[in-house]
C-alpha cells in the first residue's frame, strides 16, 4: 500500500539523516581527540594523519553526502552563506580551523591546535543548532495544516540532528540541563508531535549554550 512505502521512506530518510550527522560528527570529534592526544604525546605524524580524517569525516566524499552538506543546506536556510553564495560560513569557519589546526600540529603547538578543534565544535553547534530549530518550526507548520504524519517524520528528523548536539550540552553541567530538557520534550517521540516545546522555546533554551560559545544571534541568522 502506498501509505506502507511513504512511512518506509520517511524511515529511511531520518536513518540516512543519522548516519550523515550523528555518527560523522561523532566520528570528526573523535578524530580531532585522537589527533590532539597523539600531538600532546609528540606523534606529530599521526596526530595530523587523525587531523585529516577528521576533515574527511566532516565533509564527505563529496560535499553533499556529510554534515558539511547540511551546513550549507541550513545556511541556506538561515541567510548565513558566505560571499560564494553557496557555502555556509560555518563550513568556511571549520576549513578554516581544520587548516589552522593541521598547521599548528606540524608546528608542535598544541596549545593552537586545541583552539582550533574548538573553533571546529563551535561551528558544529551553530549549524545544529539552525537544524534543531528548523525541524520544530516544520512540525509546527505541519500541525497547522493537519498533516500530523508528516508532522512525526519531522520531529523523528529533528531528534536526529538534536542528538548531534545533545552531547557536548550534557557536557557542560548543570548549565546544560535546562536546554536539553526543553528541547527533549519537542523532539522525544514517545511525545506527540506539538506537545512539547514550541520553536521559540527551543530558540530560547538554545541562548545559554551561544552565550557560552560566543555565539551571536547573526551567527544563527533568522529562518528564511
Known sequence: PRSTQSRSSAASDVYKRQIQNQTMIAWTVHELNSALGKATDGNLEGAVHNWDE??????????????????????????????????????????????????????????????????????????Y??????????????????DLAKARVHQAEGLSFWRVLEPSIGAVGPAGAGTIATINSAYDLSNEPGSGATSDEV???????????????????ELQ
Open 54 to 127: 577528521g576533515w574527511a569525516f566532516y565533509h564527505g566524499a563529496s560535499g553533499s553526502c556529510g554534515p558539511y552538506g547540511t551546513g550549507n543546506k541550513r545556511g541556506g536556510n538561515y541567510g548565513t552563506l558566505g560571499e560564494d553564495g553557496e557555502t555556509a560560513v560555518a563550513n568556511e569557519l571549520i576549513l578554516n580551523a581544520m587548516v589552522a589546526g593541521r598547521d599548528a600540529i606540524i608546528a608542535g603547538d598544541v596549545a593552537g591546535a586545541t583552539e582550533a578543534a574548538n573553533s571546529v565544535l563551535r561551528a558544529v553547534t551553530i549549524i
Open 129 to 146: 543548532s539552525q537544524a534543531t530549530m528548523r525541524y520544530a518550526t516544520k512540525v509546527e507548520g505541519d500541525i497547522a495544516k493537519g
Open 203 to 221: 530558540r530560547t533554551a538554545l541562548y545559554p549554550i551561544w552565550g557560552m560559545l560566543e555565539i551571536s544571534k547573526e551567527d544563527i541568522g
